[in-house]
Structures are given as structure tokens and as C-alpha cells.
């Protein structure tokens, strides 16, 4: 069935970049929005970014201008570019793929990946 696998976590220091990637496999017809979402130690899950069908683009405040995310829709694949990267930033980031279908006629699901761990040192 559907699945979403992140890569790319990792160690870095502050002020470094990394860029995670989602691939998604199995059958997959549309999906209307695919976001990163990450969870730190001690917190709740919170939204990083998202980007819709139609490449609308969303970012959580405290990574405006450092973090980009982009799509290859052909690929149903999601990525996130983080530059500047902070302690703060430490987290595991997880990618959603939400009202997933997997044929036409098929209903809206919701899919999560595993997640990946991205540490940042200062």
C-alpha cells in the first residue's frame, strides 16, 4: 500500500543545512497537500511547512527564510531544504501527505511517514 519514507537527517552543526526528502510508493492518484511537521523532546508535534497542489507554500513562523520546501509532483515526492539551521531546529520531522487518493474515485486519506531525526549542535 501507500507509504511515505524521509531521508536525509542527520548531525549538524549550527548554522549548517540539510535536506530531507520524502518519497512516497504504491499507487497514489492525487494528493491535495504534503507537509513536514517535527516534534522535539518535551513538545508537541507542530506544523514546518506545507505546500498544496497548487504549490501554495506555508511556513511556520520560526523557520520563515531559512527553510524551503518544494515538490516533484511526477515523483509524488516532497522536499525540505533548512539552511541557518538552529539548536532549536532539533527535532524529528515527519512527512504528511494529506487527502492522499489512490484512484479517482477513491476517498481522502491522511498518511504519515516514520519520521527522521535532525540534531543540531551548537
Known amino acids: 500500500q501507500v507509504q511515505l519514507v524521509e531521508s536525509g537527517g542527520g548531525l549538524v552543526q549550527a548554522g549548517g543545512s540539510l535536506r530531507l526528502s520524502c518519497a512516497t510508493s504504491?499507487?497514489?492518484?492525487?494528493?491535495?497537500?504534503m507537509g513536514w511537521y517535527r516534534q522535539a523532546p518535551g513538545k508537541q508535534s507542530e506544523l514546518v511547512a506545507d505546500?498544496?497542489?497548487?504549490?501554495?507554500?506555508n511556513y511556520a513562523d520560526s523557520v520563515k527564510g531559512r527553510f524551503t520546501i518544494s515538490r516533484d509532483k511526477p515523483k509524488n515526492t516532497v522536499y525540505l531544504q533548512m539552511n541557518s539551521l538552529k539548536p532549536e531546529d532539533t527535532a524529528v520531522y515527519y512527512c504528511?501527505?494529506?487527502?492522499?487518493?489512490?484512484?479517482?474515485?477513491?476517498?481522502?486519506?491522511?498518511?504519515w511517514g516514520q519520521g527522521t531525526q535532525v540534531t543540531v549542535s551548537s
Open positions: 504528511n501527505a494529506d487527502g492522499l487518493k489512490t484512484t479517482s474515485w477513491g476517498s481522502l486519506r491522511n498518511y
Open positions: 504504491g499507487r497514489i492518484f492525487s494528493i491535495n497537500v
Open positions: 505546500i498544496t497542489s497548487g504549490g501554495s507554500t
